[in-house]
């Protein structure tokens, strides 16, 4: 049964596109708002709406600690918990390439719902679209999210002000490892793990008692440098951190050697930067620790009125750099 | 971490750093031979740590700077040609060429796909059987084994319908090139792990003793150069060169012999062409004869425009040991990494590159 494939039909609108949904989306992912299979999902809401989409086109579609599914539904929950709102609802809408086994789909599937619970948002709307071969990578995923904004609160990049502090919340580099480790084939001594994960709990625990939260981001293509110089300049400030306060997994930094990457630019989907006034730091950064996504936080900088615009970073060994955006893609080095 | 985090304790740095501080009496000439080395000192600061006594200048080891534009040309004309697969690294989609590159051409028409190794290559051209794929060869001593095991594993196989563009250099012989030149009169050479890993530290053997400059074989990581640049200056201020290895969990002064016999009975020494010194006479590497159906020059053959250089760029200058990007007027003006006018600004491991992305302005 699982090694049964999709079929061009299971998207036609015809009797299996209905078998398809109703065996495989509805019973893991169910909830009375999904049930209804109305055209849209109607429910009340009041108050400031964060709302959010984006596409996942992650290839391969299963890497060491996660796959699309998961990474579609912490992705869009993490966007939405970034600007400090707690997410509810989300749309899920997949675009198959013809030739995916149904296991294939249930095991991503499963994974949907095991991070939609572990987060407590809804999936309330979804689409599914069969493609030709060769029209699609396996399975592409659009969600779209709805949370909502507690009172009070204002997370921006533009709000870093000169004295806060700089807040990472764990372990740098781990996702893009994981899928380069996988798509490459590349054994390294040290297995990684994608960090693929949620974040929206971990956020509101550091909001509680901290009203001092200024920017929150998650570093994810790009990596680290590139959210931090999306800090400097949309606040127009400088930003000084710490080569040696940033955590990274020793598989990590092998396998960042061996390919000739900077662990600065490699992705993550499970990690936060928050920036908090210096009096409010360390009491978030105690938080933070007691959740199991924040045990690693350190405070790896600050910002600073140099340099605006500007990311420089003081090397282990005492001198200072800059850290640029990335330019182009990350490629494995040559020689 | 093993095999890392000893070579960046902080400690033993500042220790290599006050060493070289106290060593250092004369004025010391220092060359990274290494594109990677370049990238390293820029990314670790290294630069600033060393005593105003120590100077060190980027050398010509970055595989896609060197590539001469004529080269870039033939590999473009060859990805216009019809039922063409190109497979190359990455890193040559973007260098301009006289007139185009290789990124250009594949958005208007061509088939070229990124590769991470000859393994990738020769898969495609499986693939594809009924169309001929060719490999961009660009690289030193360290690719070159590589790319000699693709064209054994496709003659075993049969694999009739891929093709290598070689365009390998190797390293000694531009050395000694730089040395003839003369402009630079250096003081040592850091010379590059990877390339020696391959060949071993014999090769270089004739700097210190026909040319007085010393050498050291240095890795990659920020203690593996501070002890290397520790060394240069402690064989520069003793005043007897020689060729030391400070890289030695990577190089034995024989080096490969595997990799360094399977890359003579694929290639033999031939003449390169080398962007800013021009061609330099058994600086390279060329199929041999009996492999020569392989050869991509000679299986296919193409009309080139003749060559230009972009205006102003002075890679040549660079990669020479002459001049820094800071001295090059497009440099942050009119050449970014996104919008590069030379190949120093494209590489991973081009020199314009790694001021850009490091240094602090
Ligand atoms: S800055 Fe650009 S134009 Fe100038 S030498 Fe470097 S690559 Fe050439």
Excluded at chain 1, 231 to 247: C, L, Y
Excluded at chain 2, 50 to 72: H, Q
Aim: proline share 5%; aromatic share 6%.
């Amino acid at each position: 049964m699982d090694d049964e494939i999709i079929l061009l039909a299971h998207g036609s609108g015809s009797r299996l596109s209905h078998e398809l949904i109703e065996k495989n989306f509805l019973p893991p992912l169910a909830n009375p708002l999904l049930a209804k299979l109305d055209d849209s999902a109607v429910f009340d809401l009041s108050g400031r709406l964060a709302f959010t989409t984006d596409s996942y086109v992650v290839s391969p579609i299963f890497f060491p600690g996660g796959d699309i599914g998961k990474l579609a539904v912490c992705g869009t929950i993490n966007d939405i918990a970034m600007s400090g709102a707690t997410p509810l609802y989300l749309s899920l809408s997949f675009i198959i390439e013809e030739g995916l086994t149904l296991g294939e789909l249930k095991k991503i599937v499963s994974s949907i719902k095991a991070a939609a619970e572990e987060a407590g948002v809804k999936i309330v709307t979804g689409d599914t679209k069969v493609v030709n071969r060769g029209g699609a990578d396996k399975l592409f995923i659009n969600t779209s999210g709805i949370g909502i904004v507690p009172q009070g609160i204002d997370i921006s990049g533009a709000n870093a002000k000169v004295g806060d502090k700089i807040i990472l919340s764990g372990t740098i580099g781990d996702h893009g490892i994981a899928v380069m480790s996988q798509r490459e084939g590349l054994k390294f001594s040290v297995p990684v793990q994608s960090d693929c994960a949620p974040l929206n709990k971990l956020v509101s625990q550091m909001a509680e008692d901290s009203s001092q939260i200024h920017s929150l981001r998650d570093p994810t293509r790009g990596g680290l440098a590139t959210t931090l110089n999306e800090f400097a300049k949309q606040s127009k400030v400088g930003i000084r951190i710490e080569e040696g306060k940033i955590p990274i997994h020793d598989g990590v930094r092998a396998a960042c050697e061996l390919l000739g990457f900077d662990p600065l630019y490699v992705a993550n989907e499970g990690k936060l930067v928050a920036i908090v006034t210096a009096d409010d730091a360390q009491m978030v950064l105690a938080k933070m620790k007691r959740n199991q996504y924040g045990a690693e936080a350190a405070i790896i900088g600050e910002v600073t009125d140099e340099y605006k615009g500007k990311v420089i970073m003081k090397t282990r060994l005492g001198a200072s750099r800059i850290v640029d955006m990335l330019s182009g893609e990350l490629l494995p080095r040559i020689c | 971490m093993k095999f890392i985090d000893e070579y960046r304790d902080v400690e033993l740095g500042k220790k290599l750093v006050a060493r070289i501080e106290q060593l250092s009496k004369r004025p010391a000439r220092l060359m990274e031979f290494c594109g990677g080395h370049t990238v390293a000192i820029m990314r670790n600061g290294i630069r600033q740590l060393l005593p105003p006594t120590v100077e060190m200048l980027s050398g010509p080891g970055c595989p896609v700077c060197v590539t001469a534009n004529a080269d870039i040309d033939k590999a473009i004309a060859l990805a216009r040609l019809p039922d063409v697969i190109i497979t190359t690294f990455g890193d040559m989609m973007k260098v301009p060429g006289s007139y185009s590159s290789l990124q250009k051409v594949r958005a208007e028409e061509a088939d070229i796909r990124i590769v991470y190794s000859t393994q990738d290559a020769l898969q495609i051209a499986r693939d594809n059987p009924t169309r001929s794929v060719i490999f961009i060869g660009i690289g030193f001593e360290t690719t070159s084994p590589t790319i000699a095991a693709s064209i054994f594993q496709a003659e075993n196989e049969g694999i009739r319908n891929f093709y290598v563009l070689c365009l390998l250099k190797l390293c000694p012989p531009i050395m000694k090139a730089i040395l003839d030149l003369g402009e630079l009169k250096l003081d040592g050479i850091v010379c590059p792990g990877h390339v020696s890993a391959i060949i071993g530290s014999r090769h270089y053997e004739f700097i210190p003793r026909d040319y007085g400059v010393a050498c050291v074989v240095s890795g990659f990581e920020p203690l593996d150069i501070l002890q290397s640049v520790a060394m240069l200056v402690e064989q520069i201020e003793s005043g007897k060169p020689r060729v030391e290895i400070a890289y030695r969990r990577g190089v034995k002064p024989e080096g490969n012999i595997t990799a360094l016999k399977l890359m003579d009975s694929v290639f033999e020494v031939s003449g390169a062409d080398w962007r800013g010194i021009g061609v330099v006479p058994a600086s390279g590497l060329k199929l041999r004869k009996e492999y020569g159906r392989f050869d991509a020059e000679l299986a296919f053959s193409v009309t080139l425009e003749p060559v230009r250089e972009a205006k102003g760029c002075i890679c040549g200058d660079i990669l020479r040991g002459v001049k820094t990007p800071n001295e090059c007027k497009l440099f942050r003006k009119a050449c970014f990494p996104e919008q590069p006018v030379g190949p120093c600004m494209v590489s991973s491991e081009g020199a314009c590159a790694a001021y850009y992305q490091y240094e602090i302005v």
